[in-house]
């Protein structure tokens, strides 16, 4: 074991500015996508075991529920049944479409906030998730946020399509619009915004008001071109 300094995602404010959203996103799909391709698969993708630490890298942390694909004791469920996948819930076997699954959950909250879930039986979740959840998540993502975070939470709406090399391409899409449109990288706009604010209680609000200037900035490049 690892001692990993920094911060819980559960523990920043929701929901996030598009750049800060995207650029932890970018880092998580990427360390997904690299355990995905060594054929492994983590199971309990949460916001708790999600750290940004001070170099602005976000790091995935608790692999007491990992096992590798091909491992058929993968089927016992482990993990927090908020951010499990629909089909496991129906009793239907899962694999890397739980990672990228969950993952995507954790990027819908950071991008319109906390999602009011039922806390009751995994049966009344399942019905949630797989009814009246898919019309609320069109409505939410409407011409709202860039194409490529649309079709990751769409994952929610139809887990059925995601595939094993989902994570690596989200985030290979996803670090091609932070240069395209921040002009910079996902760990680099992550450090800026830590070191200005590593002090608490200033670290959130320093966070918020950097993404702001640099979503600002960036609205301002693209109408002078």
């Not at 990228?100 to 998730?129: C, H, I, N, T, W």
């Not at 094993?164 to 450090?191: G, V």
Request: glycine residues 6%.
């Amino acid at each position: 074991s690892q001692w990993v300094e920094g911060r819980e995602l559960a523990k920043l404010p929701l929901p996030q500015p598009l750049p800060v959203a995207l650029s932890i996103m970018q880092q998580l799909f990427s360390a997904i996508g690299f355990l995905h391709d060594k054929g492994i698969v983590h199971r309990d993708i949460k916001p708790e075991n999600i750290i940004l630490n001070n170099e602005g890298r976000v790091l995935l942390i608790d692999f007491g529920s990992a096992f590798s694909k091909d491992l058929s004791s993968g089927q016992t469920f482990t993990g927090t049944f908020r951010y499990c996948e629909p089909r496991f819930l129906e009793g239907k076997p899962t694999g890397m479409s739980a990672d990228v699954y969950a993952a995507s959950m954790v990027q819908a909250e950071l991008l319109v906030g906390k999602l009011s879930l039922p806390d009751g039986a995994p049966v009344d979740l399942y019905r949630f998730l797989t009814g009246h959840f898919k019309n609320h998540l069109n409505e939410i993502l409407l011409g709202s946020f860039p194409p490529m975070a649309e079709h990751s939470m769409m994952a929610l709406c139809d887990p059925e399509r995601i595939e094993t090399n989902t994570a690596r391409h989200i985030a290979i899409e996803y670090q091609e619009y932070l240069q395209q449109i921040f002009n910079d990288s996902a760990e680099n706009i992550l450090k800026q915004i830590v070191c200005d604010g590593a002090n608490e209680p200033g670290f959130n609000a320093a966070l918020l008001k950097l993404a702001q200037q640099r979503a600002n900035s960036s609205t301002t490049t693209k109408r002078k071109a």
